[in-house]
Each structure stands twice: as structure tokens, then as C-alpha cells.
């Protein structure tokens, strides 16, 4: 993907290579567990005799429109406020001795609306 020019999707994928798009679409289609997969990056890339904290950090993409599917207003940490927008949960391993972060789990958070009643937002993100 690094190498398409323009937009990257089925269409321009299948120029680079002798295949239609529909294997590409077909793969797409079926679930993937990335926490798994992600869990053995970080065993590769951390050493085992390192010491990890397991950090959550919400992220804020600042979106309009009405068509975007969990709009909702979040905190915006950039501009100190409350704004229109989606919210992404991080679940993250830090590597104490060498600074770096590695992404477990990346989740949209629920929107207000979307939450049972019983469930605050803290509890969500527990």
C-alpha cells in the first residue's frame, strides 16, 4: 500500500498485481482478531526482561457532517474543550526502559446515546 499512487482501494490495489479486486474484497470480508496478533508484535519488538505498563489513551478526530456513523462531542485535548467529533480508545503497552508505546487495541468509544443506562462512560472505558 505504500506504493499506490492516490487513492487506496480494491480498484487500484488489483493494477499493481495480476488479480482481480474480488480476492482482495473476499479477504476484507472476514474477521480478524488483531489483539492476538498484535500481542505477538509486541513480545517481538519488547524485550522480555523489560518493564511494561498498560496505558488506555483516548484519542479525538474532530469530524462534521451527520452522516458519520458515532459522532458525538468528546473531549478535544488539542483545543481544551468540548467538541463535535469521534473518540478512539487505545489500549497500549509502554516500554519503561526505552520510552516507546505499542498499540494493543484500538476501539471507537460508544456515544451517549449508544450506552445502556447503567453504563457511564468511565465504566466503558474500564
Known amino acids: 500500500m505504500l506504493i499506490v499512487c492516490g487513492n487506496v482501494n480494491f480498484t487500484t490495489l488489483s493494477r499493481y498485481r495480476e488479480v482481480n479486486e474480488k480476492p482482495y474484497r473476499r479477504r476484507f470480508e472476514k474477521a480478524f482478531e488483531f489483539l492476538p496478533f498484535n500481542v505477538e508484535l509486541v513480545n517481538l519488538a ?74 457511564t462512560r468511565m465504566n466503558q472505558s474500564l
Open 46 to 119: 519488547i524485550a522480555p526482561s523489560s518493564r511494561l505498563l498498560c496505558v488506555m489513551d483516548a484519542s479525538f478526530l474532530p469530524k462534521s457532517g451527520k452522516a458519520t456513523a458515532g459522532l458525538d462531542r468528546s473531549w478535544n485535548g488539542c483545543a481544551s474543550r468540548v467538541d463535535r467529533g469521534l473518540e478512539v480508545s487505545v489500549i497500549r503497552v509502554v516500554a519503561v526502559e526505552t520510552a516507546t508505546a505499542h498499540a494493543l487495541s484500538a476501539q471507537q468509544t460508544l456515544t451517549h446515546s449508544e450506552l445502556p443506562t447503567e453504563i
